[in-house]
C-alpha cells in the first residue's frame, strides 16, 4: 500500500468514524443540528457543494427537503424545492427499492423529463443518491450534488457514503419511532382522560333520574294506604318520567358508541325529503300546540330525493324539533324548510327561543355539552343528541351549518347529496322538444311497472311534466290486471320486480296479443340482459338512473313507430 493509499483509507476510518459517534451521541429533539453537521462532513469528503435529505409522504404523494448543508458559494435550495412529487421521482424510487443507488455521472446527458428541469434549474453536474430505510419502508434518500465540476467516484467512496447514509436513516429511523411513542402516549392520556369524564359525566346523568325513580317507589311503598289515589298517581308519573330518561339516555350512549366504533350500518334508500319532514312534523303537532307555537312550514311543491337511512335522518329531525320547541318561549314561532341547493338537497329547521352563546357554538356538537344543563325551567336532556346528530349527518356525507343569536333564536341547516334519481328530471329544453300529443290532441297515456315507489315517483313526475297521463304499479300481476282493464299507448317495464320478473310480464303480454311499445328499464345493464331484451323483442332498453332525454326519445320514436 503506497502513501496516498494509506491517507486515503485512513481518512475513509476516521469520517466513519466521525459520522457514527455524532449521530451515536444524538439527543432527542436536536436532530436537525446534529443531521446537518453529518452533511458537512459527507460533503468535504465528497467534495460536492450540496448534501441533503428528502423524506417521503406517501399519503401526499411528495418528497420533502427536510435537511440542507451546502459548500462556501453554494446557493441552497431547501426553499427553493421544498418538496418534489414522488412520481416524478419514480425511476429513483425503483432503484431505491430494490436496495441501489442512483450515480448520474453527467446530468445533461439525461433524458428531458420533470425530474431533469429541476436537476438543471439547480446547475447540478454529477449527483448520487442513497436510500434510507425505516424498518422495510422506504423513509427517503440523501443525495449529492456536484455543481462546480462534474465528479465520479471510487467504490471505496461509495462505501462510506452507503454505510453513512445507513446511520442517517437509522437516525431519522429512530427520531420517528420515538415520535409514533410520543404520539401513541398521548393518544392514550387523551382517551384515558376522556373515558374518566364520559363516566364522570354518565355517573352525573344517571343518578339524577335514578333518584327520582328510587325515591318514588320508596314513598310509594312507605305512603300506601296514607295518601290518596291522585298522590300516588303523581309519584308514579315521576317515576315514569324518570325511567323514559334513562331509557333514552341508553339508547343514545349505545348509537354513539355505535358511532364512534364505526358500527352503525345505513340502510340507505332513496327517500323523499320533503315527505320525510313532513310527516315528522306532524309527530310533533300536541307537543306544539300544548306550548302555544306556531309552525311555519316550506316543504316545496317538488319531491327532493336523498339516498339515506329514513330511521336515521327521522332521529336526526326529532331531536333537532325536540330541541327547538324546548327551547322556544311560548307564542312565538319554530320553522321547517326544505329545498334544493344545486346538487345538494337542504333541511332547515329553526326557532325563535333563546339562542346560543357564541362561546358554545364549537362545543354543542361534542358529547355531554349542553348550553343551560342547570336550567330548572327545563326538562333535562342527555347532552349527547346534537352530538349523535352531527355524526349521523357525516355517516350520510352531509354537513350541518349552525346560525344563532342570543335572544332572537337558532338555525341548524343539515346539506345532503341529492339522490342519484333526482338529478336525472329533464330541463325545460328537453320538455319543450319532447312533449308528445295524439293526433287528436289527447295526452298519450303510459303505465310505468317498478317496485320502488321513488322511482315511480321521479318518473310520474318527469313524464307528466312532459304531456303524458302516467299510472303506476308496483308488481308484474298489478300490470298485467291493469294492462288487461285500462288502454295504455306504451309501457315502462323494469325487469327485476317482486313476484314474477319483467321479462315473464312481457311475454305474457305478447301471448296475448298486446301489440302497443314495451321498454324495458332496468339498473342491470348487463350483455346477457341485453341479449335477452332482443331475443324477447322489447322495443327498447333503458338504464337506470334513468336520462330522461334517452328515454323520451325512445318513447317518442316507439310511439312513431307504432301509429
Not at 315521576?238 to 333514552?248: A, D, E, N, P
Not at 346538487?343 to 339562542?355: F, H, L, Q, Y
Not at 321513488?454 to 294492462?483: F, M
Request: glycine residues 8%.
Amino acid at each position: 500500500m503506497d502513501r496516498g493509499d494509506f491517507e486515503s483509507l485512513n481518512e475513509f476510518y476516521s469520517v466513519a468514524t466521525e459520522v457514527s459517534l455524532l449521530l451515536a451521541k444524538n439527543k432527542l429533539g436536536q436532530l436537525g443540528e446534529t443531521i446537518n453537521e453529518v452533511l458537512g462532513i459527507l460533503g468535504r469528503y465528497a467534495q460536492v457543494e450540496r448534501v441533503y435529505v428528502f423524506t417521503f409522504n406517501y399519503e401526499e404523494g411528495l418528497s420533502y427537503y427536510d435537511f440542507e448543508w451546502c459548500a462556501e458559494g453554494t446557493e441552497p435550495q431547501i426553499d427553493l424545492v421544498p418538496s418534489v412529487s414522488i412520481e416524478d421521482l419514480r425511476e429513483w424510487v425503483d432503484h431505491f427499492e430494490r436496495g441501489d443507488r442512483v450515480y448520474l455521472p453527467s446530468i445533461p446527458d439525461m433524458e428531458d423529463s420533470p425530474l431533469k428541469e429541476i436537476l438543471d434549474s439547480q446547475a447540478i453536474k454529477s449527483l448520487i443518491v442513497y436510500p434510507m430505510f425505516h424498518g422495510e419502508d422506504l423513509l427517503g434518500f440523501v443525495g449529492f450534488d456536484a455543481v462546480k465540476e462534474f465528479r465520479s467516484w471510487g467504490e471505496r467512496d461509495f462505501a462510506l457514503l452507503k454505510i453513512a447514509c445507513e446511520t442517517i436513516g437509522t437516525t431519522l429511523s429512530r427520531e420517528k419511532y420515538h415520535n409514533e411513542l410520543v404520539q401513541a402516549k398521548e393518544a392514550a392520556e387523551k382517551a384515558n382522560a376522556c373515558k374518566s369524564e364520559f363516566l364522570a359525566n354518565m355517573s352525573h346523568e344517571l343518578r339524577s333520574p335514578l333518584n327520582s325513580v328510587i325515591g318514588f317507589s320508596e314513598l310509594i311503598d312507605f305512603e300506601l294506604g296514607k295518601v290518596d289515589e291522585e298522590k300516588i298517581r303523581e309519584y308514579a308519573g315521576f317515576i315514569r318520567t324518570g325511567g323514559k330518561h334513562l331509557l333514552g339516555l341508553v339508547n343514545d350512549i349505545l348509537d354513539l358508541a355505535r358511532i364512534e366504533a364505526g358500527k352503525m350500518q345505513l340502510d340507505k334508500q332513496i327517500l323523499d325529503l320533503r315527505e320525510l319532514v313532513e310527516l315528522a312534523a306532524g309527530t310533533f303537532k300536541l307537543a306544539i300546540e300544548e306550548k302555544k307555537l306556531t309552525l311555519v312550514a316550506d316543504y316545496g311543491d317538488k319531491p327532493l330525493y336523498v339516498e339515506a337511512d329514513g330511521k336515521r335522518l327521522r332521529q336526526v329531525i326529532h331531536n333537532l324539533m325536540s330541541n327547538a320547541i324546548k327551547f322556544t318561549g311560548s307564542g312565538k314561532r319554530i320553522g321547517m324548510e326544505v329545498n334544493a341547493k344545486g346538487k345538494a338537497v337542504c333541511m332547515t329547521i329553526w326557532d325563535e327561543g333563546r339562542g346560543i352563546p357564541d362561546e358554545w357554538k364549537g362545543r354543542i356538537f361534542e358529547p355531554f355539552e349542553q348550553v343551560s344543563p342547570f336550567d330548572a325551567e327545563l326538562e333535562s336532556g342527555s347532552g349527547l343528541g346534537l352530538a349523535i346528530v352531527n355524526r349521523i349527518v357525516s355517516l350520510h356525507e352531509g354537513e350541518i351549518e349552525l346560525r344563532s343569536e342570543v335572544g332572537k333564536g337558532t338555525k341548524f341547516t343539515i346539506t345532503m347529496p341529492m339522490g342519484q334519481i333526482a338529478s336525472e328530471l329533464p330541463d325545460e329544453d328537453v320538455v319543450n322538444s319532447r312533449s308528445v300529443l295524439a293526433s287528436d290532441g289527447e295526452r298519450k297515456r303510459v303505465l310505468y311497472v317498478d317496485d320502488i315507489e321513488p322511482n315511480r315517483r321521479l318518473l310520474s313526475c318527469g313524464l307528466s311534466i312532459c304531456n303524458y297521463i302516467v299510472d303506476t304499479v308496483e308488481t308484474g300481476e298489478k300490470a298485467l290486471e291493469r294492462i288487461g282493464a285500462e288502454k295504455y299507448d306504451i309501457v315502462l317495464l323494469d325487469l327485476k320486480l317482486p313476484g314474477i320478473s319483467g321479462f315473464e310480464v312481457f311475454q305474457a303480454l305478447r301471448e296475448r296479443g298486446y301489440t302497443q311499445p314495451v321498454i324495458a328499464v332496468t339498473a342491470s345493464l348487463t350483455d346477457e340482459i341485453r341479449k335477452e331484451a332482443k331475443s324477447l323483442g322489447f322495443d327498447d332498453l333503458q338504464g337506470k338512473p334513468v336520462d330522461f332525454k334517452k328515454l323520451l326519445d325512445s318513447m317518442g320514436n316507439c310511439l312513431s313507430s307504432a301509429c
